[in-house]
């Protein structure tokens, strides 16, 4: 499996046209089918996903369905699971099962006064109005000699808690997302899609949820498990990157920046991006060695060491490639004044002999075609344009191909403008036959 994120520092560059074509690209190039060595196309913009629109192919499910599923697992479970623990010590004191001083019983009385109401939509369960009738008596029940009141008593010979339980179970096993109901395959291109339509977060609700601990543990969780379906994932992140979903980003195989060198404070836009992403890729792999990760980073790798081992994952940290596509470019002469301003830019930060190895240059396209996606016209222009063609190739070889070589900040303007200027598509076959051999 390999994971690659396209990411720009804002919207209009590209982004989502260049994860198209790359999807594209690869599924060529790699003769992959629904069964065999499948592509994913992930899109990550959880506020305004578009690619679903552009291609018109929706999955039976949506990221909405999935949040609401996810809110289900975290919420409603959660609390079920709570409340059961604390139903079980009630029921065993009213049948004498255990004394009044059980530690059990005080337990479940300090959390049965501590729950969230809030977190529970009481009118979808069966024994909802038993349990809103439950907590509106929290007031009168204190200790456990308030339990044999004759109120609840009577509450509680209406609470089967058996029949509890298996609802209870239901509800755990619905709560869990079937990742093929959110994939849509297009036959027409050869590759699947992730996401969902607009307005994905229409919902309040779940603008506030994606920044809550236990929720985007859950979605990490499945997006995980998203990626693992296929060889490759191209995520498609929304502009200025996706901060709040930091651990996969810092765990992915291959990042591709789209540099935006129409003019000057385009051009420092996107190299603060590669700058802020260098960043957080440091202190990342920084806490992972020394074993300081917390929270959703320690849990995301956690699961990840459990899938490829702890050596693997350390190797993907440790040599993460970042590429670069120049894109909405009139003249080479922008892409070289860019490659300076980045190197002066990493060198003022001490950076450049770190990294003039890493950052490969990957691509150059002209702006007229990867822009414009006004009406959704021309955005899949892979196969229909020989020279854009030939460029998304020349991509799709360096996240296909290992040995693939790649100019990188060290050499010169020169040798960079010259590479990115062959015709991509030369050879491509030869170089594909070799990997395919190599691999068998």
Excluded: W
């Amino acid at each position: 499996m390999a994971v690659v994120s396209i990411i720009g520092h804002k919207g209009g560059v590209g982004k989502t046209t260049l994860s198209i074509n790359i999807a594209a690209a690869i599924t060529k190039a790699r003769h992959s089918t629904k069964t065999e060595e499948p592509v994913c196309l992930f899109d990550l913009d959880l506020r305004l996903p578009t690619i679903t629109g552009i291609l018109n192919s929706y999955p039976q499910k949506t990221f909405f369905n999935l949040f609401e599923i996810l809110a289900n697992r975290t919420y409603q479970v959660d609390f079920l699971q709570g409340l059961y623990q604390i139903l079980i010590p009630f029921q065993e004191y009213k049948a004498g099962n255990i004394p009044k001083d059980s530690p059990r019983l005080l337990k479940s009385i300090a959390k049965y006064k501590n729950l969230n109401e809030k977190l529970f939509n009481h009118s979808e369960f069966e024994f909802g109005d038993q349990i809103h009738e439950l907590f509106l008596m929290r007031g009168d029940i204190e200790h456990p000699a308030d339990l044999k009141k004759r109120v609840v008593t009577e509450l509680f010979k209406r609470i089967d808690i058996n029949k509890f339980k298996n609802i209870l179970r239901e509800y755990e096993g619905n709560a869990r997302p079937d990742i093929s109901e959110y994939v849509s395959y297009i036959e027409e291109y050869g590759f699947a899609i992730l996401g969902g339509e607009v307005p994905i977060l229409g919902k309040k609700s779940h603008r506030q949820r994606i920044n809550e601990p236990e929720f985007l543990a859950l979605f990490l969780e499945f997006i995980q498990e998203a990626c693992e379906e296929f060889k490759y994932v191209i995520l498609d992140t929304p502009a200025g990157g996706v901060n709040h979903l930091s651990s996969i980003m810092n765990s992915i195989d291959q990042v591709l920046f789209v540099f935006d060198v129409s003019n000057t404070i385009a051009v420092e836009g996107s190299i603060d991006a590669l700058h802020t992403f260098i960043d957080y890729y440091e202190d990342f792999y920084a806490n992972f060695k020394k074993g300081h990760l917390t929270g959703l980073d320690k849990s995301y790798v956690d699961r990840l060491i459990a899938i490829r081992g702890e050596k693997a994952v350390e190797q993907t940290l440790k040599t993460k490639k970042m590429s670069i596509i120049f894109n909405r470019c009139q003249n080479n002469n922008e892409v070289t004044q860019c490659l300076d301003q980045l190197r002066d830019y990493l060198d003022t930060l001490d950076k450049y002999e770190k990294y003039k190895d890493r950052i490969h240059l990957v691509g150059l396209l002209p702006n007229h075609k990867v822009v414009n996606i006004t009406n959704n016209r021309g955005t899949l222009f892979y196969g229909k344009d020989k020279t854009l063609s030939g460029r998304m190739d020349a991509i799709a070889k360096s996240i296909i191909d290992p040995n693939y070589t790649c100019p990188t900040l060290i050499y010169s303007n020169a040798e960079i403008i010259s590479s990115l200027e062959k015709k991509s598509n030369f050879g491509l076959s030869t170089t594909l036959s070799r990997i395919a051999s190599s691999l068998s």
